[in-house]
Nanobody
Framework: QVQLVESGGADVQPGGSLTLSCVAQ????????LGWYRQAPGQQREFVAR???????FYADSLKGRFTISRDKTKKAVYLHMNSLKPEDTAVYYC?????????????WGQGTQVTVSS
């Protein structure tokens, strides 16, 4: 049973930085893509960043240059480094693991971690 456990959410001032972590407990195949989504109050969940099993990296266009995703395959973990945070980055951030849209393997979601950017 795979469980994604996020941590690192916090209250931070505008312009600050934060790193979110997600560990896949229970083991997960290296073929899985690991990524982050976020959901602001009253908004739909949106894609933030993804790193594939082969190391390919994709970002939401609006977040390029401020957010960096990285992966530690030995720890089965993925990280989201966020810089120059803005109030509009306030959201619950969710970790996601999937093997692609055509795979029969199950996808997983974490429980979410709250990031609040406010002065």
């Amino acid at each position: 049973q795979v469980q994604l456990v996020e941590s690192g959410g916090a209250d931070v001032q505008p312009g600050g930085s934060l790193t979110l972590s997600c560990v896949a407990q229970g083991g997960i195949s290296a073929v899985y893509n690991l990524g982050w989504y976020r959901q602001a109050p009253g908004q739909q969940r949106e894609f933030v960043a993804r790193i594939t099993g082969e190391g390919g990296i994709f970002y939401a266009d609006s977040l390029k240059g401020r957010f960096t995703i990285s992966r530690d395959k030995t720890k089965k973990a993925v990280y989201l480094h966020m810089n120059s945070l803005k109030p509009e980055d306030t959201a619950v951030y969710y970790c996601n693991a999937n093997a692609g849209p055509y795979s029969q393997l199950p996808a997983y979601w974490g429980q979410g971690t709250q990031v609040t950017v406010s002065s």
